[in-house]
């Protein structure tokens, strides 16, 4: 029995470490960080152009001057901006029970991070570590909300279109 639960011990552990390491480590690419729980940091700038590619609400690439580079957010701005995602409520209803990819750009000459927030089927094959997680229309299960790390403030909160 002693050896079951080892084994079982080893096994979690073995997962945690992988859900810390880069899912993506071809050569010539940034890797894309994957964050225990829920959440990731998109570090390639192709899917970052994607998440921020929204179909029925606003965000930073429908404005003229609102992205003008791409930049990997740290562990540590990441772990501050999920401690202040009640920050949001009441116009997001529970902000921490949704899926969350992270794109961190430049608007302005100022680094800002980019919330893309979901709620997928249970089923779904949708690699958020990988690909952008896109919806149009689904109303308040899909919403966007820039954060900016340096004042730890939210902005730009929008959901998509209804059904």
């Given at each position: 029995m002693r050896k079951h639960?080892?084994?079982a011990l080893l096994a979690a552990g073995a997962l945690a470490l992988a859900a810390c390491t880069p899912a993506n480590t071809r050569s010539g690419s940034v890797p894309t960080a994957i964050k225990a729980g829920q959440s990731w940091v998109v570090t390639r700038p192709i899917v970052a152009?994607?998440?921020l590619d929204t179909c029925s609400r606003d965000s930073p690439a429908r404005h003229a001057d609102g992205v003008s580079g791409y930049w990997a957010p740290s562990r540590a701005q990441i772990d501050a901006l999920e401690s202040r995602l009640q920050q949001l409520q009441p116009t997001i209803a529970e902000?921490?029970?949704?899926?969350?990819?992270y794109v961190g750009f430049i608007a302005q000459g100022r680094q800002l991070i980019y919330i893309n927030?979901?709620?997928l089927p249970d089923h779904d094959?949708?690699?958020p570590a990988r690909e952008a997680v896109r919806a149009c229309d689904g109303g308040a299960?899909?919403?966007g909300a820039v954060y900016d790390p340096q004042a730890g403030t939210f902005s730009d909160?929008?959901?998509n279109g209804g059904f």
């Open positions: 639960h080892a084994l152009a994607q998440v902000p921490a029970r949704s899926g969350r990819q927030a979901f709620t094959k949708t690699n299960a899909f919403w909160i929008a959901t």
